[in-house]
């Protein structure tokens, strides 16, 4: 049974400055909610009970939002706000969070490392913490448990690209199993569109055996002195069986302007209130475009 969950959120987000100079990307709001509240709530209602979130330098806000605030909570009271007092309540009750230091943004791969510790000896999921993915009714991290329990085995979500931005991605070589699950027999980071064993990118989501430690640990500092997770996933593919599942739902990256702007549109045009005015004033948008 997987129980434990790492959200790595302590990168720098350099391809959304100026904003993540003194908030994390991770709060990017999408609508009113910040990315790792999505995040959180995939892992939770995965069956997750205890993550721990990786930050760094300048990710307090992130600490904070999942943490109580009395005195807002009394605030509201006073003005009879008690649904909004509801849902703060809800945030930091969703599981216990614990948070882990990184002392140098050295990748994603070194992030995970920090989770050692707390991980132990158990199997693991980890979810990016500025992506959000929709899995249609079922999270897409518990797609990747229910593979982890059927094959007691490492696992990565894999999503479909267009052939001509799978340089974009970590792509699997891989053969086919069975509906929508790969054995893998490699990882390519960032191939041409000819080089490319496939169009299946590694999608943001992960099961983990804890032997990828060892592996993290193995794994040679590549450029800026980073610890890459696909190198590590590399090595251990070559000495373990890994598995990739093609998920059932749409990813939204949020780390990047373009589809930030995109993803908030899609869920604003999906919200109970906002939803119609904002699909009127589009469509009046784009006649006066
Ligand atoms: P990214 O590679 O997208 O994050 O990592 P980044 O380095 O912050 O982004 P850019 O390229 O500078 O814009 C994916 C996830 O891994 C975390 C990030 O916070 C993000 O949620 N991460 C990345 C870490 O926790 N530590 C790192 O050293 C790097």
Redesign the pocket.
Same mark, same amino acid.
């Given at each position: 049974m997987i129980k434990k969950a790492v959200i790595?959120?302590?990168?720098?987000?350099?391809?959304?400055l100026p904003i993540t100079k003194s908030q994390p990307?991770?709060m990017m709001p999408v609508v009113d909610t910040p990315v790792i509240q999505y995040v959180v709530e995939e892992a939770v209602q995965s069956g997750i009970t205890d993550i721990l979130i990786?930050v760094g330098r300048g990710k307090r806000a992130i600490e904070e939002h999942f943490d109580r605030n009395p005195l807002l909570e009394a605030a509201l009271e006073a003005k009879h706000q008690f649904a909004e007092i509801e849902k703060l309540r809800r945030i930091s009750g969703q599981a216990h969070i614990y948070f882990v230091w990184?002392q140098e943004?050295?990748? $994603?791969g /070194?992030?995970i490392l920090c989770a050692k510790d707390h991980i132990g000896q158990e199997p693991f999921a980890v979810l $990016?913490? /500025?992506t959000i993915l929709d899995g249609f009714g079922k999270p897409v991290t518990r797609q990747l448990m229910d593979v982890y329990e059927q094959y007691q085995a490492s696992v990565v979500a894999l999503e479909q690209v267009p052939t001509e931005k799978v340089q974009r991605y970590g792509i699997i070589d891989g053969v086919v199993l069975e509906d929508g699950v790969l054995q893998a027999k490699d990882f390519v980071e960032k191939p041409s569109p000819d080089a490319a064993p496939s169009n299946l990118a590694i999608a943001s989501r992960y099961v983990f055996t804890p032997a990828i430690f060892d592996y993290l640990e193995r794994t040679p500092k590549g450029k800026n002195n980073e610890v890459q997770l696909t190198e590590a996933m590399r090595l251990m593919v070559r000495e373990q069986p890994m598995y990739g599942r093609r998920i059932d739902g749409i990813r939204y990256d949020l780390?990047n302007r373009l589809d930030f702007i995109k993803t908030n549109v899609i869920f604003g045009l999906r919200h109970e209130e906002i939803g119609p005015k904002l699909r009127e004033w589009l469509k009046d948008l784009m006649l006066g475009l």
């Open positions: 790595p959120a302590a990168g720098w987000g350099t391809r959304f990307k991770e990786v990184q943004m050295k990748g $994603l /070194d992030a $990016l913490g /500025d780390g």
